[in-house]
């Protein structure tokens, strides 16, 4: 197996390990805001216990958003297939080796360092994904008033 198709594995796994821990946290969050609102329930204090009621509910309403969230950003890590040869243009599932950084076109998960080396995991509708998207080796793109060189496609 190629080193570039390792590290891209090696960063896809990085990216699903952090995916996998959003979900996590969010359904203990989930089930922590659970357990209050039923210990709210038995509560009888009038309007307070009204306010802490919907202040748990809108709790809840904005985890189990954040959850869905996460688990379709999990889904679209899922179906991407790192053992694929690069293609040669810029695809979703690519590792885009520019002058002016690494951008796996995969997630919005933002900055990843692995083995020391900065990558940033981007979604295919984020600004410098579209810019990149069907670009081959020796491109030049321009990007918020720059101009990236591609060097690589893994």
């Known amino acids: 197996m190629s080193e570039s198709i390792s590290n891209k594995q090696q960063l896809h796994e990085q990216c699903l390990t952090i995916a996998l821990e959003q979900v996590s946290n969010l359904n203990a969050i989930m089930a922590e805001l659970k357990d209050a609102l039923g210990s709210e ?60 950084g690494s951008f796996y076109i995969s997630v919005g998960l933002g900055k990843i360092t692995l083995d020391s080396k900065l990558y940033y995991a981007v979604s295919p509708t984020a ?28």
């Open 41 to 100: 329930s038995k509560s009888t204090a009038g309007d307070k216990h009204e306010t802490g009621r919907a202040m748990i509910q809108l709790e809840q309403e904005r985890a189990g958003h954040q959850l869905r969230q996460a688990e379709e950003l999990l889904l679209s890590l899922q179906a991407i297939n790192t053992l694929l040869l690069p293609a040669e243009t810029i695809q979703l599932g690519s590792l885009a080796i520019t002058d002016k």
């Open 127 to 154: 600004p410098i994904a579209v810019a990149l998207l069907g670009k081959r080796v020796g491109d030049i793109v321009p990007f918020n008033a720059q101009e990236l060189i591609v060097q690589a496609i893994q």
